[in-house]
């Protein structure tokens, strides 16, 4: 089985009338799991250690989703795939408007939510078979900063606009004087329509991103081989050159985000008393999700202006040291608790100018030396698999960490956390010359 390129105009159908809306796409729901379930559940009275424990479970598709990757190169297009998620993203998002006034809504939003996050990391995989197959590694190379800016620009919509509108619309001084529960009704109804706009446009403006893989000869069409294709593409994956380092990097290369992730805008809601910043959602919707989501895709641009021009492997160091060390504006703000809403977003603006340089290393990484091969989209999907596994792992724990050790030291321990990602990028191997 082998992937098969394009042809005709599907092919030949510009990058920029669709690989802006796949990512944007793609960041929505992703976000909507990964970061807006944090803070709506925050704010519907749950503990750190509760929200750590239930959101930082739900990167469990974005782990597994190997396990299913090979049939999106088997069957179908990747196109279909990316359609069939964003509809079904939408219905679930739909129902979670329509959950959360329920008196059991939180398990029941619980499963929404891994819905959402299952069907999310289907879109990932066929969304990111797309970028790969209908785009040469000279054009993967060039779009890559604007890649992650669209990415960026759905996690502005849904934790930057959509989360400050919340605030907006709970405000009983400002606002509307809504309670939180109808609040994020009218926001997860939003986004539900957001994803079907999307769809509708992808339905005219994608090009199929390869179709179903073809197998090699007759006798492999049976239920048998293809039960021993399935198993070749992880028997293949592991057998990659030094595919322990490799694994190594993309496992650690974000250790210290993955703690990061979940509780940095609860630091900034949370009260003074808890060691927080007591900001409300309309500050840290444009603080975190606006200004420091604008600072991101400006560090993605740059990030992928800088492997352009120095090659990923000559530049590799540099993106780790913006990666992480500006972590350390959390150290300060958690020390200082500034109550200047401009200092604290200057500050956040630095860190995610950093992690917009910075994130383009593991994404291209994976794309260029990981995943070139026989099986293209489903390497890729498995590498993005154990990098998930990290931001699980660590999202999890994140919560009873904080809980345990109180901000302040709770972000120097993820300084600490950033050191394995420097030794790991230093030993980090390159066996396919893309230079040239």
């Not at 750190?48 to 299913?68: C, F, H, S």
């Not at 004087?177 to 109804?189: F, P, R």
């Not at 005219?204 to 197998?215: N, V």
């Not at 992880?234 to 190594?248: E, P, R």
Request: glycine content about 10%; overall charge neutral; charged content about 10%.
């Amino acid at each position: 089985m082998s992937d098969t390129n394009e042809t005709g105009t599907a092919k030949t159908r510009h990058p920029l009338l669709w690989m802006p809306t796949l990512y944007f796409a793609m960041g929505v729901p992703l976000n909507v799991v990964a970061v807006v379930a944090a803070i709506m559940y925050k704010n519907l009275g749950l503990s750190n250690t509760e929200i750590a424990l239930y959101t930082g479970a739900m990167y469990l598709p974005w782990v597994v989703k190997p396990l299913w990757s090979p049939l999106i190169d088997m069957y179908k297009t990747k196109k279909f795939f990316v359609l069939f998620s964003e509809i079904l993203v939408a219905v679930a998002l739909g129902s979670l408007a329509l959950a959360l006034p329920l008196e059991g809504y939180l398990p029941i939003t619980i499963a929404l939510f891994w819905v959402i996050g299952f069907l999310s990391a289907t879109q990932d995989i066929a969304a990111d078979g797309v970028y790969i197959n209908a785009m040469t590694t000279l054009q993967q190379s060039k779009y890559i900063g604007m890649q992650g800016i669209c990415w960026y620009a759905g996690k502005i919509l849904a934790t930057g606009v959509l989360v400050s509108f919340t605030g907006y619309l709970h405000s009983s001084d400002n606002g509307m004087g809504l309670s939180w529960v109808h609040s994020w009704m009218i926001v997860m109804g939003l986004l539900a329509a957001a994803m079907l706009i999307l769809a509708a446009w992808h339905r005219i403006m994608l090009p199929i991103g390869s179709g179903a893989a073809r197998f090699d000869d007759d006798a492999s069409r049976g239920f048998k081989n293809v039960v021993l294709e399935f198993g070749d593409v992880f028997a293949s994956y592991f057998k990659k050159k030094n595919i322990g380092i490799m694994l190594a990097y993309v496992i650690l290369c974000r250790f210290g985000e993955g703690l990061l992730e979940k509780m940095g805008p609860l630091f900034m809601i949370d009260s003074a008393d808890a060691g927080g910043l007591a900001l409300s959602n309309v500050a840290v919707g444009n603080i975190n999700g606006t200004f420091g989501s604008a600072a991101f895709m400006l560090g993605a641009l740059i990030g992928g202006a800088i492997v352009a021009r120095y090659s990923l492997k000559r530049s590799l160091m540099f993106l780790c040291v913006m990666l992480n060390v500006p972590n350390l504006t959390y150290v300060y703000l958690s020390y200082e608790l500034p109550a200047n809403i401009p200092l604290i977003t200057a500050f956040i603006t630095i860190e995610k100018l950093g992690y917009g340089i910075g994130s383009v290393a593991l994404m291209l990484y994976m794309m260029q030396q990981i995943a070139p091969g026989k099986y293209k989209t489903a390497h890729y999907a498995i590498s993005t698999g154990f990098m998930a596994l990290s931001m699980m792992v660590t999202g999890m724990v994140s919560g009873r960490i904080q809980e345990a050790v109180g901000y302040q030291w709770f972000f120097i321990i993820v300084m600490i956390a950033t050191i394995p990602s420097f030794v790991i990028t230093w030993l980090a191997p390159f066996n396919i010359d893309t230079e040239s």
